[in-house]
C-alpha cells in the first residue's frame, strides 16, 4: 500500500477563477486520458466555458451550483447529481456558495447509456 498527497494547482484556463483542481488519477496507458480530478470551486467561482476533450462526469459530491451545456442555459446541481458531457460539448459550470466535484474524464462513456445520473 501507498499513501499519497495529491498536490491541489488553481484552475484559471478558460476565464475559470475560484477554482481548485486536485488531480487524483491520471492513467496514460491503454486508456490515454482517463482522469479522475477533485474540483473546489469557491463561492462565486467559475470554470469558464470551453469544449471537452473527452466524456466528462461531473459529479457534486458536496455543496451546490450549476452547470451549462450547448446552448448556455444554467442548470442547478446539487451533492449526489452529476452532468455528462459527450466529446466535443461547450460547458461551463460555477457556484455561488462553494461546492466540490469529482470529475472523470475518459475516452469511452463512463456512465452506461440508461443509467444516467440526473
Known amino acids: 500500500m501507498e499513501l ?17 483542481l486536485l488531480r487524483a488519477a491520471l492513467v496514460r496507458g491503454p486508456e490515454d486520458g482517463f482522469a479522475v480530478d477533485v474540483v473546489r470551486v ?6 469558464g466555458r470551453h469544449p471537452t476533450r473527452w466524456w466528462l462526469l461531473y459529479l457534486v459530491v458536496e455543496g451546490a451550483g450549476w452547470v451549462s451545456g450547448p ?11 452529476a452532468a455528462l458531457w459527450a466529446p466535443g460539448e ?12 469529482v470529475v472523470v474524464q475518459c475516452r469511452t462513456r463512463p456512465v452506461p447509456a440508461g443509467e444516467e445520473t440526473p
Do not use: F, K
Not at 469557491?42 to 470554470?47: E, K, N
Open 4 to 20: 499519497l498527497t495529491p498536490s491541489a494547482r488553481s484552475l484559471v484556463a478558460y476565464g475559470s477563477g475560484g477554482v481548485e
Open 42 to 47: 469557491a463561492p462565486g467561482g467559475v470554470i
Open 71 to 81: 446552448p448556455g442555459e444554467r442548470r442547478p446541481l446539487r451533492a449526489g447529481e
Open 90 to 101: 461547450e460547458h461551463a459550470s460555477g457556484s455561488a456558495d462553494g461546492l466540490v466535484a
